[in-house]
């Protein structure tokens, strides 16, 4: 059995923001799959910040995407065809060939649906973002229970949970930033932070300092910039900072100052550390066990934002980067 | 027996950099000890960064130094009369009562001179800026052997033993900076530095990567402003940076710009981490045992600038703000 798949290739690399012009469609013929690989029928895929860096052609912790090439991403997808023995047509897999309709893989990770959760938050809730958010908050920002923390893109795939996360694991207090009045709300409403902010209503330090009087233990920064510097302020001693992206800028041509304030570091003895969620694989079974529990209980709200078939994959992508989304933006094929 | 003692307080706060005026000499008469004091004749006094910043009317992590009260900082004394058992006329001791000829103390640390080094050690190589560049270097920084370490302020007190201690310890290289070419052909020529550049001849960014085109694994920055940037720009992958001070900016009004390349502690795992030495002492033994062997045996340089009587120490202090010295900055009473 062959397929014809639909695929989104990099039409041309984007200077700032992307454009349609950046993208391209094709038509594929796909072979049945050879020993040791699987055909399969992509159903969710996912868009993510990362993906922006890889349309450069700069050297990164992932290489570059090639021009001409089908991007490439998380996906999770039902197999159609399979050559590989205990793997059956109908099985569930998780891989990393999405924009696509449909893949022939040979890396991937079998799936366990769980009643009751959607297959797609493999790609966000029990996926990539959760393990970001685990490791991130607890093994390079070392939260303790009782910890005061912030997170910024709070209303993100990571940042929501993140958030949700140091609440579930005895946060004294949680705090979110996000950049409109209704992501603002939800944090508070839906999530269970204690406090959040628009950080486009005024200075973020002042904002922060509002929301968080007695100062903050963590700071968990997706965001980069301005949030940065306020977070120094705001950090009490023995602070400590993950350092997980900084979405503000990947479409900025100029980088932005750094923190006025890092000369703080040393008085308060805090730490920054960055980090890449591809040398933490070893943590995610405890994850899993973890957030599957909260999942299935109810504890945690893992939200998405879906967009519907591939010819939409582009502006759900850009969407994302602007912030439409409100938790995870899922493609769904 | 009471004696008079000289000494020297702060007449008024600096803003910027301290002047004459700050400071004023007073003649006091200390009573013989009471039991647990120590009347001592000071020998050794140490003038040290940290200093100007008590000098402000801020809280920082030591309280700011008291408007007509004699400033404070490390000695070495004789003891001239003694109301603690075991201890006798002519011991030695080390205390925080500097600033003055003579001190009533009772917090002390009885020291054991070594045979061929001077006690004044006790403020430097053996003492606070010994335990600073330990830490730093081997718990901030995770030191390992085979590191590129690159080091600035590297010919002052606690520079040019970190960079010494990386070379003890099997570098794989040494780079230091600092302000002269006196003081590069110094680092160079005298302490075993692989590479050391005079950071007013250019760009630091551009003199550190010819200094050290592989990268570098650990800085150690007693600087601050455009040379953190610099050495984010040149550390390796999971490099670490121990924030040690920023004496560049402790006389500034307006906090310079921080690094505009923050973003780069993600991709490249760097870990940046402020420290206060106060909150390390557990570690002076270990440091004391091996660095004491150093010395003793010669591997170690450990350099000292002297100045003469009690009336220079104000000269000395700003002397020691202005990096005229190389090594340790010590007032000889």
């Not at 990393?96 to 769980?114: D, F």
């Not at 005061?148 to 949700?164: D, H, I, P, Y």
Request: aromatic share 8%.
């Amino acid at each position: 059995m062959s397929v014809t798949a639909r695929e989104i290739r990099l039409a041309s690399r984007p200077s700032g923001w992307p454009t349609d012009e950046n993208f391209a469609f094709a038509d594929v013929e796909l072979p049945s799959p050879g020993a040791g690989e699987l055909l399969v029928r992509n159903t969710f895929m996912s868009v993510d910040p990362y993906m922006r860096g890889r349309m450069n052609d700069v050297k990164s912790y992932t290489p570059p995407y090639e021009l001409g090439k089908a991007l490439e991403g998380g996906a999770v997808g039902e197999v159609v065809e399979s050559g590989v023995d205990g793997v059956a047509p109908g099985d569930l897999v998780l891989h990393g060939l999405g924009w696509r309709s449909h893949a022939l893989v040979s890396e991937y990770t079998a799936l366990t649906p769980i009643a009751g959760v959607s297959p797609s938050h493999f790609l966000g809730a029990l996926g990539m973002p959760a393990l970001t958010a685990y490791v991130g908050l607890l093994d390079i920002a070392e939260f303790k229970q009782g910890d005061t923390v912030f997170v910024s893109g709070a209303a993100g795939a990571v940042g929501s949970l993140a958030g949700q996360f140091a609440r579930l694991k005895g946060a004294g207090r949680v705090i979110g930033s996000a950049g409109s009045a209704d992501k603002v709300a939800h944090l508070t409403n839906k999530l269970g932070f204690d406090a959040a902010f628009n950080y486009r209503d005024g200075d973020v330090r002042e904002l922060l300092a509002d929301a968080a009087p007695d100062g903050i233990e963590v700071y968990f920064d997706n965001v980069g910039g301005d949030h940065l510097e306020a977070a120094i302020a705001a950090l009490n001693t023995n602070g400590r900072v993950a350092v997980c992206g900084s979405i503000s800028m990947y479409n900025e041509k100029e980088p932005p100052p750094g923190p006025h304030n890092m000369h703080l570091l040393v008085g308060k003895r805090l730490k920054l550390q960055g980090f890449i969620i591809l040398d933490h694989y070893d943590r995610f079974r405890a994850m899993a066990e973890e957030v599957g529990q909260w999942l299935a209980t109810g504890k945690l709200v893992a939200e998405e934002t879906f967009a519907d078939g591939l010819d939409n994959a582009p502006a759900a992508f850009l969407g994302m980067l602007r912030g439409e989304n409100t938790g995870k933006m899922v493609v769904r094929l």
